[in-house]
T-cell receptor, first 115, second 108 residues
Framework: ETGVTQTPRHLVMGMTNKKSLKCEQH?????MYWYKQSAKKPLELMFV???????ENNSVPSRFSPECPNSSHLFLHLHTLQPEDSALYLC??????????????FGPGTRLTVT | RKEVEQDPGPFNVPEGATVAFNCTYS??????FFWYRQDCRKEPKLLMS???SGNEDGRFTAQLNRASQYISLLIRDSKLSDSATYLC?????????FGKGTLLTVNP
């Protein structure tokens, strides 16, 4: 399935590094999301974009910085992360805003390890 | 009260068994409801939307009781490939709220 793609699939970075995660959706959707999934925890919503406008910043630390240049692409810029930020980062998209009945589809995720 | 509460599991059932998952949600403003499945170390995949009148998709039946804020999923004639974590997901406004999920293992 290639509806939502994410790169890289795995990333190891030091606490002083800067890196970016990329998400691309090929479904013609208007909304995109970043989630974090830590071990044995539910998915946590981080950011929501609708028509390239951010509609939610769910109390996420500023070391995570999203960017949505167009409705097909979403980035998550990372800098000075902490070891507790190690997790699976999932991108998702939906035709309209999730929660209003629109089904949300996920990418395969980026497994991030902060050393 | 947690936003989404699911059976803690895990469930271990033989092939061919019928298994039921239960879920309650706390946000009475929730407007949409879904079940997702997640395989180990993979992304969640949409299993089915849940409609007020209940709906069925092959071996899977979902029910919603808005008054009780309760959602259920029934799997009939379970297959080995049904082994996964099942996530109950209510939604309101722009967001979906994911539960911790219930792990199902179907044994040969």
């Amino acid at each position: 399935e290639t509806g939502v793609t994410q790169t890289p699939r795995h990333l190891v970075m030091g606490m002083t590094n800067k890196k970016s995660l990329k998400c691309e959706q090929h479904l013609g959707h208007n909304a995109m999301y970043w989630y974090k999934q830590s071990a044995k925890k539910p998915l946590e919503l981080m950011f929501v974009y609708s028509l390239e406008e951010r509609v939610e910043n769910n109390s996420v630390p500023s070391r995570f910085s999203p960017e949505c240049p167009n409705s097909s692409h979403l980035f998550l810029h990372l800098h000075t992360l902490q070891p507790e930020d190690s997790a699976l980062y999932l991108c998702a998209s939906s035709q309209g805003l999730a929660g209003e009945g629109y089904e949300q589809y996920f990418g395969p995720g980026t497994r991030l390890t902060v050393t | 009260r947690k936003e989404v509460e699911q059976d803690p599991g895990p469930f271990n059932v033989p092939e061919g068994a019928t298994v039921a998952f239960n879920c309650t949600y706390s946000n009475s403003a929730s407007q949409s409801f879904f079940w997702y499945r997640q395989d180990c170390r993979k992304e969640p995949k949409l299993l089915m939307s849940v409609y007020s009148s209940g709906n069925e998709d092959g071996r899977f039946t979902a029910q919603l009781n808005r008054a009780s804020q309760y959602i259920s999923l029934l799997i009939r004639d379970s297959k080995l490939s049904d082994s996964a974590t099942y996530l109950c997901v209510p939604g309101s406004n722009y967001k979906l709220t994911f539960g911790k999920g219930t792990l199902l293992t179907v044994n040969p």
